[in-house]
Antibody, heavy 121, light 110 residues
Framework: QVQLMQSGAEVKKPGASVKVSCKASGYTFTGYFMHWVRQAPGQGLEWMGWINPNNDGTHYAQKFQGRVTMTRDPSISTAYMELSRLRSDDTAVYYC??????????????WGQGTLVTVSS | QSALTQPASVSGSPGQSITISCTGTSSDVGGYNFVSWYQQHPGKVPKLRIYEVSNRPSGVPDRFSGSKSGNTASLTISGLQAEDEADYYC??????????FGGGTKLTVL
């Protein structure tokens, strides 16, 4: 079965960077896009971007352009999301989520457990 | 890319049907049949309920259905049950090769 295991909670200071990992299992890692979604406390879901693990192609939401970098290592079936120049309003749970379909048209279908990133001085 | 527009809240009694709307533009909802819907209970991970406007993933009850007209997509839940009380989010592919979520709708089962 599809499983996505994310790295543990992080506490960062404003201005720092954070890198969250997402290890996939139960399917062919390079066959499906990986989305990254975040949710601030008490707020809604916010799509950040996605990566094609087959060719490293990425698309980011305009809001995060210049601050987010999504990468992958197919040899260990792991995707990464790095967010730089952190601010207090980046405090949120960050999710990786595999697209439901190999075509990339299904949207986030299988979700990791989430990683809480807290930004505080 | 602006968030898709959803009502902040909807409510219904057990056994009734409710519909949640999701309004975008011709650059997202109206331009592609790539709209998905998510259910999220408090403190839990979101769950996919509908994909590609009207398709249900395996295991999702047929009480959940989706549709689209123009720039507005809709999620209908029939035979409302107490366990359906949750937050619901729509999500659409966009002309920028990105995706965008709606602001979310809180469903209350009276």
């Amino acid at each position: 079965q599809v499983q996505l295991m994310q790295s543990g909670a992080e506490v960062k200071k404003p201005g720092a960077s954070v890198k969250v990992s997402c290890k996939a299992s139960g399917y062919t890692f390079t066959g499906y896009f990986m989305h990254w979604v975040r949710q601030a406390p008490g707020q809604g879901l916010e799509w950040m971007g996605w990566i094609n693990p087959n060719n490293d192609g990425t698309h980011y939401a305009q809001k995060f352009q210049g601050r987010v970098t999504m990468t992958r290592d197919p040899s260990i079936s792991t995707a990464y999301m790095e967010l730089s120049r952190l601010r207090s309003d980046d405090t949120a749970v960050y999710y990786c989520a595999r697209d439901l379909l190999s075509t990339g048209s299904g949207g986030p279908g299988y979700w990791g457990q989430g990683t809480l990133v807290t930004v505080s001085s | 890319q602006s968030a898709l527009t959803q009502p902040a809240s909807v409510s219904g009694s057990p056994g009734q049907s409710i519909t949640i709307s999701c309004t975008g533009t011709s650059s997202d909802v109206g331009g592609y049949n790539f709209v998905s819907w998510y259910q999220q209970h408090p403190g839990k991970v979101p769950k996919l309920r509908i994909y590609e406007v009207s398709n249900r993933p395996s295991g999702v009850p047929d009480r959940f259905s989706g549709s689209k007209s123009g720039n507005t997509a809709s999620l209908t839940i029939s035979g409302l049950q107490a366990e359906d009380e949750a937050d619901y989010y729509c999500n659409s592919y966009t002309s920028s090769s990105t995706w965008v979520f709606g602001g979310g709708t809180k469903l209350t089962v009276l």
